[in-house]
Each structure stands twice: as structure tokens, then as C-alpha cells.
């Protein structure tokens, strides 16, 4: 079976701290593909990123990077520098190897950045 | 750019009232899904169609159906609303690839209320 554990529900940070959302996968699947999301107060999931399981090296985009390692089962999520803005709901999931790219979501961390 | 609409944001109902949820996609994607979002439970999938008239279930399928009689449209029905069923509905649509899973993009949600 799929799961995704997010294990921290809050994270609360000052504007300017580094950040790390931990994300914890299980699949039995050889080839899957790991997603990140952004849900803004305003409700709509934003697209960050797409990792597929053959691809290990670490990605960064501005201030946002991302740390996959298969040997612990994590892709883990970093903010640099964080800004209020980044104040939101971050999703990690994981697709299904099957007809339809089902997706199994995590339980979401809710980042809290003060000024 | 992908967009994906959903007809409200908000609706408040009473139970026992047939629900109708609509979601259509602007990007001739072959798959849409049906989440519901509740606290500390992540999105969970409700169905999904991988084509026109076509449907699957999902991790929660009780007391929910759905109809997809044309390719940008997905619709949503509670036969007869219940408490329990007052929670965020994302729907959501991705393009079919082969051996390989694409993105889904999601729409701004809607919160229901029934009471």
C-alpha cells in the first residue's frame, strides 16, 4: 500500500529562518514520482515540484530546494531565507504506477512565517 | 496555462439535499479526480475518470457519485447531503502519459457546508 507521512502538522518560523518539511513515503513501486504542493489561504493547490524515482539529485528553484533520497524513502522539502509569503499549507505526494496517475497525499504541514 | 474552475467557492446546503459540484478543465486532459480536504487528513480521493463516461473509485466513495459526460467536465453529486459531508472539495485534472505519471493541477476548491 501507498502512504506519505508528514510528521510535522505546524511549523512555526521568523521571516528570514531556513525551514525543512519532511516528507516519508512508502510504496512497493519501482517507478513512482514524488510531488510537492503549495495551498495558499486562498484554498487552490499550487504545483512546486515533480521527482521521479530514478532521478536523485537534488533540485533547487530561488529559495526553495528539494533533498530526495531513496535509501531512507524521504524527499524533503527547504526554505531559505523564508518570507511571510511562504506562509501555507505544503502538501507531499506520491502517484500510483497505475492508469489514471492516481496520487496519494500526505497529512500537509501548515508553515507559519512571522515578521 | 492550465486552468481548472470549479462553479463555487462556497455552498452551504441542508441534509437530505442532492449536491451537484462542478469542475471543468480548459487543457483537453484526459484525467479528473474528486478530492475532499479535512483538517489533519490530507486530500483524500474520492473518484476519478480517465475518460469520458468512464469512472473509478477512490479511497472514499460512499455516499458520493460522479458524471463525466464530456471531457472538460466533471461533476460531483451528493445524492443526499449529510453532516459528515461538510468539508473542502478539490477537484483536480492531469494529462494521460504513458509510463509515466503527469501533474495534476487542482482548482480553487469548494468549501461546503451542510447543515
Known amino acids: 500500500a501507498q502512504k506519505v507521512t508528514q510528521a510535522q502538522t505546524e511549523i512555526s518560523v521568523v521571516e528570514k529562518e531556513d525551514v525543512t518539511l519532511d516528507c516519508v513515503y512508502e510504496?512497493?513501486?519501482?517507478?513512482?514520482?514524488l510531488f510537492w504542493y503549495k495551498q495558499p489561504p486562498s484554498g487552490e493547490l499550487v504545483f512546486l515540484i515533480r521527482?521521479?524515482?530514478?532521478?536523485?539529485q537534488n533540485e533547487i528553484s530561488g529559495r526553495y530546494s528539494w533533498n530526495f533520497q531513496k535509501s531512507t524513502s524521504s524527499f524533503n522539502f527547504t526554505i531559505t531565507a523564508s518570507q511571510v509569503v511562504d506562509s501555507a499549507v505544503y502538501f507531499c505526494a506520491l502517484s500510483h504506477n497505475n492508469a489514471g496517475n492516481m496520487l496519494t497525499f500526505g497529512g500537509g504541514t501548515r508553515l507559519m512565517v512571522k515578521p | 496555462d492550465v486552468k481548472v474552475t470549479q462553479s463555487s467557492r462556497y455552498l452551504v446546503k441542508r441534509t437530505g439535499e442532492k449536491v451537484f459540484l462542478e469542475c471543468v478543465q480548459d487543457m483537453d486532459h484526459e484525467n479528473m479526480f474528486w478530492y475532499r480536504q479535512d483538517p489533519g487528513l490530507g486530500l483524500r480521493l474520492i473518484y476519478f475518470?480517465?475518460?469520458?463516461?468512464?469512472?473509478e473509485k477512490g479511497d472514499i466513495p460512499e455516499g458520493y457519485s460522479v458524471s463525466r459526460e464530456k471531457k472538460e467536465r466533471f461533476s460531483l453529486i451528493l445524492e443526499s447531503a449529510s453532516t459528515n459531508q461538510t468539508s473542502m472539495y478539490l477537484c483536480?485534472?492531469?494529462?494521460?502519459?504513458?509510463?509515466?505519471?503527469?501533474?495534476?493541477?487542482f482548482g480553487p476548491g469548494t468549501r461546503l457546508t451542510v447543515l
Open positions: 510504496t512497493r513501486d519501482t517507478t513512482y514520482y
Open positions: 521527482r521521479n524515482s530514478f532521478d536523485e
Open positions: 483536480a485534472s492531469s494529462q494521460e502519459t504513458s509510463g509515466g505519471t503527469d501533474t495534476q493541477y
Open positions: 475518470s480517465y475518460d469520458v463516461k468512464m469512472k
